[in-house]
């Protein structure tokens, strides 16, 4: 076990040693409301009624004080991020975020694109742990956000009549379906990232875009998608490279949107070397919260 914070538990220790020395200083001669100790009280302590009370008052005592400084403890460790502890299993399938990013490769008048964006526009609000983006042949429309609410008017306003593409022209370059795909790619954050995160590519738009010179090749995109762990799919009539990865990456070629998003990629398996590195606070926090709520019980149980 390790911790992130260490200035937290040094600290705690050090108040802790201050209210213990504080609790064993013997008390002030000089104190007006001093009790002076009573003649006479060997009949009272001797009583087996007495010797029950007292005992029962030390054992709860000795208890409370055990707890109290057992959650002490717990409470600064869990404050100190603590790594390496055992953690709570999840469900992987349900819990494991996903990034979705949608590569536009063609105008938002093809009725493809169209009702993609339309869709999306709708289904955005109805996302709990996934990352949504829009990519079109030159521009990041919409970079990943979980800010769902202005994710679906973006893609409600690119879903009307208006250019996804600049008008901007090259005199030697024409763009290309392996350049295209490429940089949705690049959209995908955290690639050297050991958490798990399953990663989505949807391509809309028609196979081939251009026979100019292309920035990166058909291998240099299977390597990129790869190399990322991205799922790509294609929602295309015609095949070529987006189909192609598809098969690859374990996506699929459909004509409708809802086909490819009724099979999100699957849960990535958790690399068990970056585990130590994240934070494992859950039994910490379970122990403290047991040593709270039995100190709130404790004087009910006594009564008992």
């Known amino acids: 076990m390790d911790v992130i914070w260490w200035g937290i538990p040094i600290v705690g220790c050090l108040a802790l040693a201050g209210c ?5 200083l013997p008390p ?3 104190r ?6 009573l003649a006479n009280t060997r009949r009272l302590t001797g009583l087996a009624e007495y010797a029950r009370a007292a005992r029962r008052h030390t054992i709860t005592a000795v208890a409370a004080v055990a707890l109290l400084l057992f959650a002490f403890v717990t409470a600064a460790l869990a404050a100190a991020r603590p790594t390496g502890l055992p953690a709570l299993s999840r469900a992987a399938d349900t819990e494991q975020p996903e990034d979705i990013m949608v590569c536009a490769g063609g105008s938002a008048e093809d009725p493809a694109v169209n009702a993609t964006l339309r869709h999306f526009a709708t289904a955005v609000g109805q996302f709990g742990a996934e990352r949504i983006g829009l990519t079109s042949p030159d521009r990041r429309l919409i970079p990943l956000t979980r800010d769902y609410q202005f994710a679906a008017g973006r893609f409600a306003a690119y879903a009307q009549p208006q250019p996804l593409i600049s ?3 090259y005199a030697d370059y024409t763009t290309t379906v392996e350049d295209v795909i490429a940089m949705c790619l690049t959209g995908f954050a955290d690639f050297d990232s050991r958490v798990p995160v399953r990663r989505s590519l949807i391509y809309v738009g028609p196979a081939t875009l251009g026979a100019g010179r292309a920035l990166f090749s058909a291998q240099q995109v299977r390597d990129m998608a790869s ?3 991205v799922q790509v799919n294609a929602i295309s009539e015609v095949d070529g490279l987006p189909g192609e990865l598809a098969r690859d990456t374990g996506g699929r070629v459909a004509t409708d949107i809802r086909d490819i998003r009724s099979h999100p990629p699957p849960a990535r398996p958790a690399d068990v070397t970056a585990a130590p590195s994240a934070e494992t606070p859950d039994a910490v926090l379970i122990a403290a919260l ?3 709520l039995t100190l709130l019980a404790w004087p009910w149980v006594v009564r008992r």
């Open 32 to 37: 007006a409301d001093a009790l002076r100790p």
């Open 20 to 24: 213990i020395a504080a609790a064993l």
């Open 290 to 292: 047991l040593a709270v």
């Open 227 to 229: 190399a990322g762990d």
């Open 167 to 169: 008008s901007v022209t």
């Open 28 to 30: 002030r001669r000089d």
